[in-house]
DNA sequence: CGAACCTTTGATCATACTCAAATGCTGTGG
DNA sequence: CCACAGCATTTGAGTATGATCAAAGGTTCG
């Protein structure tokens, strides 16, 4: 989310840094701020019972911590995030931002619309993760952090910078790591794309999608086809 | 969510009916109304690229139709909404219901709540579904449900009503009908809970819980357990 | 320079899918 | 009321995707 200069220095905030790991936000507690990651990586993970890490997403310089924050009120969160990389966040008072977002400003379409992206995201992800196999997962998964490090101006000349190991991507997709390792290296074979010294390079995109979209040979078809739902463009 | 009388009084609205298989929503058009379920089962699906179809969940008599819509403005919803019974549907303005969640009354910690809700149970969803077995899965899910059922005063003396078809399960949890078949009568034959005549019975919870909660062998642990930060209390 | 972690590879195994056919249920028209 | 069509469920035999376990190289960093 942007804001735009002048409604910003009206708002109480702060910023801090994080080392690589260190929590950012806790898992089942509440929060009364909101957040913006202003450098470095995060990670939103959910731990389930019996030890197992889910991790919902990455999230890139420009995205916001806590989108949920502004609409659950005082309930508790349902995931924690911790920083993936060195990491700095601006914290905003999540009441003023929430007074902001009552006029007509451009703040309230933008809230709006990445509301709507991360809601979209996640059923989107819960539906990928479901309905296609490993190598769509990966696909579908690289094309839309593409998607937002492009509309973040992230792009790097030869690729985007990619810090995640392979066993959070696995943790991300409900892969092993061993396996994620295996389906890259098929990927890679076929000259789709590299991960190579943190850097992420892809080579042809169009089968990059081509993947995506095959359906696990289990579905069964149900009329025509459909847009994903994922917003494409940026929000005016 | 409950709306007080007095309030509701002076909101614009109207009710419709739908018959089974009906679209309420369509899929990535915006709305500008809001509505809640007065009677019936609905359904939230998405149609994947290949016609796949990927169904969200189950909506109950009570059950908000679209929370999303109260923040995500005009932009298009990622899901339809379909009747799965016969069902009706009372449809308010979204902007009349926005504006009466900006005061602090009992509407506002309501619908906070099933936004915090509606956001872990999207995630929760996520996570069972790359991080536990099928037998998992349908307890999870079942559990969840149940859970919806009873907040709602839906139980009946000798269990629950449970229109969907295991078709329908099968799309919600990315399996095969005939793999539901055969983990419902698994459990059938543990005496865990059986599904007969579209009513659901549950035999044993305690262990019904057991099973959602054992993890695929495939997941490393990652430090202690945390609890699933599903809520489970009603909001007061 | 060593320790810890990450990645890769290989052999084996099981969960869940495929395809197919049989059975049961529901509603509709003769 | 019965016959039938159309779904939904069940079962079985065979298969494959992705997991397990293990061990060997690579990185990174102190």
């Not at 995931?79 to 703040?107: E, M, P, Y």
Request: charged content about 20%; proline content about 5%.
């Amino acid at each position: 989310m942007k804001l735009s200069p002048d409604s910003v220095s009206s708002l109480r905030r702060n910023v801090s840094s994080y080392q690589p790991g260190q929590a950012i936000l806790h898992q089942d507690k509440s929060s009364e701020v909101f957040g913006s990651l202003r450098s470095g990586w995060a990670i939103a993970y959910k731990m389930l019972p019996g030890g197992r890490r889910h991790i919902q997403g990455f999230m890139v310089p420009g995205d916001t911590v806590v989108l949920d924050l502004l609409h659950i009120g005082s309930n508790p969160i349902s995931f924690g995030v911790s920083a993936l990389t060195k990491a700095t966040v601006c914290w905003f008072n999540a009441a003023s931002i929430k007074r902001l977002l009552q006029g007509d400003g451009v703040q309230k379409a933008e809230t709006e619309f990445w509301m709507a992206y991360y809601f979209g995201g996640l059923n989107h992800r819960a539906a990928m993760i479901g309905h296609t196999e490993a190598p769509g997962r990966l696909a579908e998964f690289i094309l839309e952090l593409v998607g937002r490090l492009r509309y973040r101006g992230l792009a790097k000349s030869d690729g985007y910078e990619f810090p995640p190991t392979q066993l959070q991507v696995a943790d991300c997709l409900g892969l092993t790591p061993a396996y994620v390792s295996m389906t890259l290296t098929s990927l890679r074979k076929r000259g789709v794309l590299e991960i190579r010294d943190r850097t992420l390079r892809i080579f042809n995109e169009h089968e990059l999608i081509q993947i995506a979209n095959e359906k696990k040979q289990s579905s069964r078809n149900f009329g025509a086809d459909k847009s994903t739902g994922r917003p494409s463009q940026s929000p005016k």
